[in-house]
């Protein structure tokens, strides 16, 4: 049988031990690594614990068999499992330790699953490099509108042309701009999204346009388009951005958007007036749409964007896929 | 540079003729086989000639280097080249002589980029596991929903427990309905549909749902259900299906469906009275529309089918692929 471990203790992480150790699948969970330290996952004892303290939302430190200090990438690499999930934070600002932790696992050979963003956004031709020059697979759909095969129509149309794209990416935005619409404002939306479980503590990441930022990059070098995060010119979604551009007939979303220009990407996430008849005017909640421009017309795609147990279903998509291909 | 052959010097190879010849491209355009001889574009003088038949809609018999009786496989066999594109019409009866043509390339470890239905329709696993063991790869995109990136979403939809999936395939019977809308009666329409390049000669591969069941066919097996043609429940389009659907608010759609059954695909092809609101209403003129139900939510890709020129876009689109791949 298959061996896995996860990096990521958070909903996402939770949500695939509960999937691999609550449902009948072909891969055996040896371990899991959050922040603080490791549990190995040796005997059907610790595996029902881990799968109680997921079902619960508890600490991996509750758990009796939790090493502290063992931290990813070592817990992995000393396993060498067949695949290792990535459910950690993404982090913007410095990629680290992110990176580290993804050249650790590649140079190994290792094959990874992973929602975040942070590596594949911030140096796309360098990891992908990596994987390939060391043989291990890397799944990635959870990274753009989890739940939505949008990874694998952008890299359909590499070579067909693509003029320009438009989507709404961040379901969290999108939720709190439906609050928002309801008569709440900014900051009221923001805490109501808080409590309902979508959006995050700091929630600038979502507002202030990196996740989708961080989408976008990664569609743009699906489409053969070289783009990193800080080519994104982000627009924060404020009180008042919303205020100026809520119109009568137009609703506010935050718009992810690329064009071409001689060959190169001009990326931009930005809230925007959009009207009825626009696809985007018709994206709800936790729905994200994607609309690319090409050869005098218009590709749509439009699904949901998560929550966490879907984001989990499509990790373990990948892994099958890769499992399939390996 | 990478060589390529062509077989078919229908609309959609002569288009690739235009683009490969008449475009600036890295691949070589070696031959060209019809149903009645072959090309062999040794120099610039051949190939100005074969651009100048294809941009006039001749036949390829009218190439004065056109070698009669010379036909497919072996004319490219011979030749060897990176790539054979199939423009050939398919052949749902008993699947010769595509199947033979099929066979004989992959053998050979020749990669193939088809807009040909004909053998992933009816020997899908067949064909696949030939291309596998002799290192050749299959492009073939183009046989759904040409344009939109069909293919690649339903393989991404693999292990995530589609439940359905409701769709218009077949641009030709779209059109035609939507003729039928506008007051003519079916026979005009396909009359009509003739004429304006669409249908063809023979328009029952169409309206007798055989171009959409080999289509939903390859979906199903994208999506890892087993099926092949004649498991499709087809119901031909005919003037009393129409009349008897046909509602104050209703379109009558050709829609194709599938429904996993105890892990099986259930797959049936029919006229539908379809009501505002469905996604499959919208579906205008030459679009497609595919839904996939699955996880309580519903996974919407829309975008064009055709014309031939696209059609042989996305072709070149494969091809390249596969030679940055090979």
Known sequence: MATAFLFGFGKVGRELVKLLLGTDQDIELVGVTSSRGTVLTEGPRDKAELLRLAREGRKLHEHPSFIPGLLAPDSAVAVKPDIVFIAIPPS??????????????????????TADKTVLALHYNWIKGKAEENGALLGYRATVAAGTPAIDAARALRYRGVESLRAVLNATSNYVLGLVEQGLSLSEAIERSIKDGLAEPDPSIDLHGWDAAAKLTILANEL????????????????EAIGSLAGEKARVKQVASLRVEEGKAVLRVAPEAVLPGDPLYYAEGERNVILYYLEGDMIRLEGPAGPAWRTARVMLADALEILRAS
């Open 92 to 113: 913007y600002e410095t990629g680290e330790p992110n990176r580290t932790i993804y050249k650790a696992l590649v140079e190994e050979g290792i094959n990874i699953v």
């Open 224 to 239: 053969g388009l070289e783009a990193a995060l800080n080519d994104v010119d982000r627009v924060p979604l404020t009180e």
